[in-house]
Antibody, heavy 121, light 108 residues
Framework: EALLVESGGGLVKPGGSLRLSCAASGFTFSAYNMNWVRQAPGKGLEWVASINRRSEKMDYAGSVKGRFTVSRDNVGHSLSLHMTSLSAEDTALYYC??????????????WGQGTLVTVSS | SKVLTQPPSVSVAPGKTARIPCEGDRIGNKRVHWYQQRPGQAPLLVINYDKDRPSGISERFSGSHSGNTATLIISRVEAGDEADYYCQVWDGVDDQYVFGTGTQVTVL
């Protein structure tokens, strides 16, 4: 069974940094593009970042571009999100999700349970 | 397509059919996917490619797509279907996922 487990969330002050991790198991991690999706308290889903199988291409939502960096370790079967210059607007539950489908119609077929990031002084 | 609009809420009686629309400019040529998110849980893919059901998803879930509107259809609604539902497309111009605004389904 494919499984994703996020970690690294917590309380951070405005302007601070945090690194999230996602451990993958039960599938060939290197064969899939991966994503981070977040959900602010009581709000909808917001895609944050994607990384392709070989770390050749990374894409970011406009709201995080220049502040967040997505990376992966195919040997260690893990995905990371390095977040800097955090503000209250970044407070959310951050999900790791596996990409499925072709390059023109991708969708997310496996999700972790999320890790909570709270930005507050 | 940057905005996918869904009604904030839909109410339906048990055993009836719920229809959740998802509207967006220029989604006519895109494939729409749907997620269910029960309270306190991670999203779950329930429909992909407009109308296909992933393995393990109840046949009560179906989808349709006509022009700039896609619709998630839940037949014979049960109490366990109470959840938030989100549509999603891929924006190939800006290379990003776009989610709908979300619809909360309440079973009366």
């Amino acid at each position: 069974e494919a499984l994703l487990v996020e970690s690294g969330g917590g309380l951070v002050k405005p302007g601070g940094s945090l690194r999230l991790s996602c451990a993958a198991s039960g599938f060939t991690f290197s064969a899939y593009n991966m994503n981070w999706v977040r959900q602010a308290p009581g709000k909808g889903l917001e895609w944050v970042a994607s990384i392709n199988r070989r770390s050749e291409k990374m894409d970011y939502a406009g709201s995080v571009k220049g502040r967040f960096t997505v990376s992966r370790d195919n040997v260690g079967h893990s995905l990371s999100l390095h977040m800097t210059s955090l503000s209250a607007e970044d407070t959310a539950l951050y999900y790791c999700a596996r990409d499925r489908g072709d390059d023109y119609n991708p969708h997310l077929d496996v999700w972790g349970q999320g890790t909570l990031v709270t930005v507050s002084s | 397509s940057k905005v996918l609009t869904q009604p904030p809420s839909v109410s339906v009686a048990p055993g009836k059919t719920a229809r959740i629309p998802c509207e967006g400019d220029r989604i006519g040529n895109k494939r729409v996917h749907w997620y269910q998110q029960r309270p306190g849980q991670a999203p779950l893919l329930v429909i992909n490619y407009d109308k296909d059901r992933p393995s393990g998803i109840s046949e009560r879930f179906s989808g349709s797509h006509s022009g700039n509107t896609a619709t998630l259809i839940i037949s014979r609604v049960e109490a366990g279907d109470e959840a938030d539902y989100y549509c999603q497309v891929w924006d190939g111009v800006d290379d990003q996922y776009v989610f709908g605004t979300g619809t909360q389904v309440t079973v009366l």
